[in-house]
C-alpha cells in the first residue's frame, strides 16, 4: 500500500477547528494504570457510558492496539470558555469533524483508522446504557484517550504540545485527541 501522506489530514483538522495536528508515532503514546482510576475515582460519567470504563479497554488492552500501528496524528483544540459558543458545541463539533476525518483517512486506504476522542461522550443526554439498550451512535461514537488508559498530559508532553490543569472553569481548555491511522 503507498504511504498516505498525513499532513493533508493535519491541514484539513486545522481548517476544521483544530488550533494544531502533528503526526506522532504511536510509541510516543504513554499508557498507565492509574488513568483508569482517575476515571473510576473522579468522574460522574464513569460506567454510565458505553464509551467510559469498565466498557473500554484497558492500559494493557490499548498499549498493544497502539503497538499495532506505525502512525497516528495529534490534534489540538483550544476551546475558551466564551459567551457565544458553548464550550461543548465546539468539542462535539470538533470530534464530529474528526470521526469524518477518519472516515476519509480509511477510505484513502488506510483502513486501521480510529480516533480517539477526549472527555466523556456527548452526543446522548442520557447514555441508552443505563438502559441496557444499545448505543444510538454506534457509528459515531468513539471512545476517549482517558477512557483507554492514556497518560494525556504525558503523551501530549512527550510530542511538545502544552497542557495544564485548569485551576478555574473560565480557562481556556486544552483538549487532545488521537487518530492512529495505519
Known amino acids: 500500500m503507498e504511504q498516505v501522506d498525513l499532513e493533508k ?32 475515582f473522579g468522574c460522574a460519567a464513569y460506567g454510565k457510558g458505553y464509551c467510559c ?47 469524518e476525518l477518519e472516515g476519509e483517512i480509511f477510505k484513502d486506504g488506510c483502513y486501521k483508522a480510529f480516533v480517539l476522542l477526549a472527555g466523556p461522550c456527548m452526543l446522548c443526554k442520557e447514555c441508552t446504557k443505563l438502559k441496557g439498550d444499545p448505543c444510538n451512535f454506534g457509528n459515531r461514537v468513539r471512545p476517549s484517550m482517558e477512557a483507554c488508559g492514556i497518560d494525556v498530559y504525558q503523551t501530549v508532553r512527550n510530542s511538545g504540545f502544552f497542557i495544564k490543569p485548569l485551576r478555574e472553569k473560565a480557562e481556556t481548555q486544552n483538549v487532545y485527541c488521537l487518530m492512529l491511522v495505519d
Open 9 to 40: 489530514y493535519c491541514t484539513r483538522a486545522i481548517a476544521g477547528k483544530a488550533t494544531h495536528a502533528r503526526p506522532i508515532h504511536p510509541s510516543s503514546v504513554v499508557t498507565a494504570p492509574w488513568v483508569r482510576l482517575k476515571c473510576q
Open 53 to 99: 470504563p469498565p466498557d473500554t479497554p484497558t492500559p494493557e488492552q490499548t498499549r498493544a492496539i497502539l503497538d499495532c500501528y506505525h502512525r497516528a496524528i495529534l490534534f489540538h483544540i483550544e476551546a475558551p470558555k466564551t459567551p457565544d459558543q458553548s464550550r461543548i458545541e465546539l468539542l462535539k463539533e470538533f470530534f464530529e469533524m474528526l470521526v
